[in-house]
């Protein structure tokens, strides 16, 4: 049992972001058999630096917090889910950010949740269809809480609870005809042969979370 005080962890939101190997419409089973939601980004060091401040802010007072709680106990650092590396040779900043799509409450209760995606207006997505095949290259914004942990067999660190991701240029794998040398022209066309169909809107949209789950 963690016998230590957490600090409160504290919502952010990324610059624009290029996304890397989304999970946001399907969930990935690999490391968790619950099923999982994913998303990864990177930008240009420059327009990442005042989130990176922020979050290595929030991390050294998270260390802190922990060393005036036991100063004689050396802490282990977890590798955390942002920081430096290089994308196509140039420098780039980059966050990880996962959420649990279901569990098991203290009161034994099971639920589930999905992050709420929006759109560039910012009017959420209720037709998540529309976003299938969404892929690397995908542009966008994630919202996201950091929440400190400790344990002593893992360690201390910070886990990037995915919120919610507004969708500002959106890439679909196997990208368009102008990424193959295609140009329009008279033709077929899916419009063609079925009319879009109509999605009602119920005007809700929530974000349900666990504070326990990192």
Known sequence: MNQ????????FTT??????YPKLLELDTKF???????????CPVDQGATLADQLD???EEHKASLKAQSPTTKFKLTDLPWGYNE??????????TKCKASGIDREGKAWSRKPVLFDAQGSVVQDRSTLDG???GTTGRISFIASPFYTAAIGAGITLRLLAVQIIEL????????????SAEEGWTPSAS?????????????????PLDF
């Open 134 to 136: 969404m892929w690397s």
């Open 57 to 59: 802010k929030f991390l």
């Open 32 to 42: 968790s058999p619950d099923g999982r939601y994913e998303c990864q980004g990177h």
């Open 15 to 20: 610059p624009l972001l290029t996304f890397q």
């Open 4 to 11: 230590f005080n957490l600090i409160n962890s504290t919502k």
């Open 194 to 210: 079925k009319k879009a169909e109509t999605i009602p809107y119920n005007g809700e949209a929530s974000v349900e979370f666990d």
């Open 87 to 96: 994308t196509n040779g140039r420098p780039t900043f980059f966050v990880k």
């Open 171 to 182: 890439k679909s794998q196997g990208g368009n005809g102008t990424d193959h040398g295609f």
